[in-house]
């Protein structure tokens, strides 16, 4: 059983794709339950975020656990395969655990370094392991991700190199407005979530007079301003309902939603409004309608115009590649960990057979020893069980140790060869694109089904 990644970024997909794969807490639940539901698919953990939707999973076969994922990916998207095998990217064993440990870290971000992917790591894990589809193979990757993350920025100077896409997308928009402050001028927020919260203290920290948070549930948008209010920031809530009346008095507006319609459109926009207006959507979803950008004084930093602006695994910088020296480290420790609990069952199989074997053997021998009692003869399978044991003992106690020091062969592998253990799974790390694999690898059911009906015509 092995780890596999199937999924796509900002790094190999357009916006518009990660928009349509994007998923909801209920639709990442109903995804996940079918994962596992699949033949070849025992764990499945979804992480589903503005810039990646990446399906991690354990499976009994690298080929069949493809084609399980991409099938469950088309039937829940509607995206058909086709498209799909243009954008997903493919990775396994200990390609798949190096991924995720380098997405944890922010070294896959598209600002390098940014903190907030490593806390939608743990939500997705977290989710998962509520749901029952999270099982002793993605627990284990989790939190080793997880301090690779932690190490990387308590260790490096990463942060400094980057920043979070919240502050990135206000820096940008900060660019647009020619200035570097915001003092004197009003922003609006819309949402009351994770990224409305870091987007009301990055607008704090850069000296706006005022916010104004606008959430569906009213509670929750004075709960955030009355956060701003104790950072020492002027701030009010309103109804959601209420959000375009107000956009004639700000300076900004900042959309952190993921709701299903837009929260702004140009339609909503007062042309009276004062000096000029930028608009930040950091949804996707997109919360802002694109066409809003398209009237005079409006302007608009979105998803997909950060896609185009920023790179971010390119940096040469002593924090960057001391944080992909960790992710090293922690690979290895890992892999190594993994290793010895995988070839453990093999040792266990070694040892029942074994003993297996000598009781038949001791049975066999007791038939034809009449005229020896009882008790000579509980001493002759005493002499015969601690042979077996100390023959089978630095035999199992090397395997261990050399699948923790070797990472060149499988010695879980070597034993099932060597002793019919059972049939060998193949653990090569594998990292490619899925428009590499053989077609017949990533044809989702609807696919397979029309392929079939044209071979029989």
């Known amino acids: 059983m092995s780890v596999l990644v199937v999924g796509m970024s900002h790094r190999s997909a ?35 975020t503005c810039n990646r939707l990446e399906v991690y999973s354990v499976t009994n076969s690298f080929h069949a656990g493809v084609r399980d994922v991409v099938t469950v990916l088309e039937e829940i998207s509607g995206v058909d395969t086709d498209t799909l095998r243009g954008f997903l990217y493919v990775r396994y064993a200990d390609a798949a655990a190096e991924h995720l440990m380098v997405v944890a870290s922010g070294l896959d971000s598209m600002v390098v370094g940014e903190q907030q992917i490593i806390g939608q790591v743990r939500a997705a894990y977290q989710e998962a392991a509520e749901k029952g589809t999270v099982g002793p193979g993605l627990h284990s990757l989790s939190q080793s991700a997880l301090r690779t993350g932690k190490r990387v920025h308590s260790e490096t ?18 660019g647009q407005l020619g200035t570097t402050t915001l003092a004197g001028r009003t922003a609006l927020v819309l949402g009351a979530g994770a990224m409305a919260s870091l987007a009301a203290t990055h607008l704090g920290r850069l000296g706006v007079d005022k916010i104004i948070v606008a959430n569906r549930t009213f509670a929750r948008a004075e709960r955030l301003a009355s956060h701003a209010r104790e950072a020492g920031v002027a701030a009010e809530a309103i109804d959601f309902a209420s959000r375009a009346q107000v956009l004639g008095d700000v ?12 929260t702004i459109t140009a339609a909503d926009i007062p042309a009276d409004r004062h000096d000029r207006l930028m608009l930040i959507d950091l949804s996707l979803p997109r919360d802002i309608d694109d066409a809003a950008a398209g009237l005079d004084g409006v302007g608009l930093v979105n998803i997909e115009s950060l896609h185009k602006s920023v790179t971010s695994r390119d940096s040469t910088s002593v924090a960057h590649r001391r944080a992909q020296e960790i992710v090293a480290e922690e690979l290895e420790a890992y892999s190594s960990a993994q290793r010895v609990r995988d070839v453990a069952p093999a040792v266990t199989a070694l040892r029942k057979g074994a003993n297996d074997i000598a009781e038949d053997e001791l049975a066999r021998l007791r038939a034809k020893l009449d005229n020896v009692g009882d ?23 090397q395997a261990k140790r050399l699948a923790a020091d070797s990472g060149s062969l499988s010695y879980e592998t070597a034993l099932q060869q060597l002793f019919g253990l059972g049939s060998v799974i193949d653990t090569t790390a594998v990292a490619v694109d899925a428009a590499e694999l053989p077609e017949e690898d990533t044809a989702g059911r609807r696919g397979r089904k029309l392929k079939e009906r044209i071979a029989g015509q």
Do not use: C, N, W, Y
């Open 14 to 48: 357009p916006v518009t794709l990660l928009e349509r794969l994007s998923m909801d807490d209920r639709i990442r639940e109903d995804a996940a339950t079918s994962l596992v539901g699949q033949q070849s698919l025992s764990e499945a953990m979804i992480i589903s």
């Open 157 to 174: 100077a990463i942060d400094d190199a980057g920043s979070s896409m919240v502050s990135f997308a206000i820096g940008d928009a900060l």
């Open 251 to 262: 300076d900004l507006a900042v959309s952190a939603t993921g709701a299903d319609d837009f």
């Open 375 to 397: 008790e000579e003869f509980a001493e002759i399978s005493r002499t015969v069980r601690r042979v077996v044991d100390k023959l089978l003992h630095e035999p199992t106690i």
